[in-house]
Structure formats: C-alpha cells, structure tokens
C-alpha cells in the first residue's frame, strides 16, 4: 500500500475528493432541483469545485492542524 509518510497528502486528497462530491450534490440539488440535466449541473459544479476543495485542503490543512494542536491538550 502507501508509506505512512503520505498519511497527510492521502487524507487531505481523498477528504477533498469526499467533501466537494457531497457538498456540490447536495448545492446543485438545492440550488436548480432534481431534473433530466441535474447529473450534467453536477459534474459541470463538480469539475469546478474538486480542485478548489483539495488545493485549498492542501493550503489550510497544515496551519489549521497546527492551530488546533496549540488549542487542545
């Protein structure tokens, strides 16, 4: 499998991945409704979204552990 070295960027990576799917299935439904062109709406938002959820995971993931390591004991 993968070294636990890549514990991080795997989790950040398949968090994203999970994250962004659920959340712009659930947006697009909300936001347009359920019709014939909702699975098209979705992977339009979906293809948008994924990688502005795992770039921005991969940005913030690092400092927000940090600050929550310094808050919790």
Known sequence: MFSKK???L????I??????LLM?????????????EYVDRFF?????SL???IFAALILGPPIK???D????
């Open 6 to 8: 890549f514990f991080d």
């Open 51 to 53: 990688p502005i959820a």
């Open 15 to 20: 968090m994203g991945f999970a994250m962004s």
């Open 10 to 13: 795997i989790f950040i990576l």
């Open 24 to 36: 712009t299935l659930i947006i697009t439904y909300i936001n347009t409704g359920m019709d014939s």
């Open 70 to 73: 310094k808050i919790t004991k």
């Open 44 to 48: 339009k938002a979906w293809s948008v």
């Open 66 to 68: 940090k600050f929550v």
